[in-house]
């Protein structure tokens, strides 16, 4: 009797939980593909008013100048990367690339939308370092969408993937995702009335599936080991959901902090660290930082990471910092961390507590994050002495007027710019501008992604500036920190 009351309990709560779950993941698959939609019809909106503003000087055809001009448009637009001139399917020029000399005929669309607007859906490209984006094309302009938008469609909770047509067609392409999930998983797809687009949303893996019930049926009949047995499958199940898996490597301190040198150049002084979060055993579907962290951020969890990150640091870091007062130690801060009015208290009561002055804490905060909702955040901040850096200037293409009404301390220069230091690349005129900028509004300039002796090259002759890439130091634990501040570390020059 005993055996059976155990068979029926568990029965009961396995048939409920897979009933509920699987209930709930539809709700929330539905909706997370209903804001993906949203948030792609906003850049085709961007791309829609680009189109409409700049035509007519898009048909002058290229030069310097053009280019100029889609480059200062291009600042004050939010999604879209790189503008450029078409012609029989030759891109001629773009603001990024500059003009081409010898223009390569690119492949036809995946798809057209009613708007006469054409669709390369996921495409890998030179302009951001080969990650894949979308391409949206109209007559004579193209654009570029920023490639952690479109990645952004297949995190948010619980997607595991999406794919995109055009209405009524039958042909999917996919976009960034995981691997393939099973034929049987949820799918929920969500059209633009606006654009004529269908976004199609597969829900992350892992869900209870039918032997389970089947299992649990058996049940009845069964004893207390299969009862153990079905509890176990349900448990591992649960343990295998992002949430789970995020909040236990938090709570277990199985996230690790890495430190970055940051150098000044020429000399290769060491003026301070960048931390970043490393996960060694993370599940395939949260590999990598980019994925882990945008995951924390979309389940809520991005304030528990950064609280044990910075924590993390202190005890690591915290004597090298009080025994060096020039150091500094960089953080990232989101979006959301700034509308949590814990992040000040955390922050004071972590580092100044310890002897680390707020003037040794650089928070890096993305130009998204400059919106005014978080304006009086960032001045409380200011004011309590903490350095105030936009990470990954020109990243957002938002309007550059913000840099003159924050209180900022210093700015730093993506990858995506300073590649094209030390070749003929008109990025490398984008940053002697962006430097040249920050120099005159009395702020820091940091180069980031400095990856090879040209590129450093390029970067002395920028005049004494902060630079940070795998040249001068790659992120490392504190055991080869400490190694690597002892011995002699990286180049002289």
Known sequence: MAILCVGMVAWLAVHWSVSLDAA??????????????????????EFTQLRREIESRAASGCSQETLEYFRRYLFTLKHLRDVGLVRDRHLLCSTALGIIDKPVRSSPPDFILPQGLEVYAYRPVRVSARRPTMVIQAEIINALVDPGLIASLSRRFPIGKTWIHATGAIDEFELFGGAEPPRKMARDRRCSEIYGFCLVA???????SKPLRKAAMALLGGGTGLAVFLFGQLLLWRSRSSLVRLRRAIHNGEIAAAYQPILSVPGSRLVGFELLARWPGAPETLQGPERFIAEAESLGLIHDLTEMMIRTAVAEIGEILRGCPELRLAINISALELEDRKLEAVLSETFLARGIGCGQIVLEITERSVASPHRERINGLAERGFRIYIDDLGEGYSSLSYLHDLPLAGVKISRSFS????TDSPKAELVKAMVELGRK???DVVVEGIESEPGHAAVLELGPIACQGFYYARPMRIEQLREWMAGDAGPTA
Do not use: K, W, Y
């Open 24 to 45: 709930d993941a539809r709700h929330l698959l539905a909706s997370a593909n209903a804001e993906n939609v949203q948030t792609l019809e906003s850049a085709f909106d």
């Open 202 to 208: 597969a829900i992350e893996s892992g869900m209870p």
């Open 419 to 422: 590649s094209g230091l030390g």
């Open 441 to 443: 509004l009395g702020l």
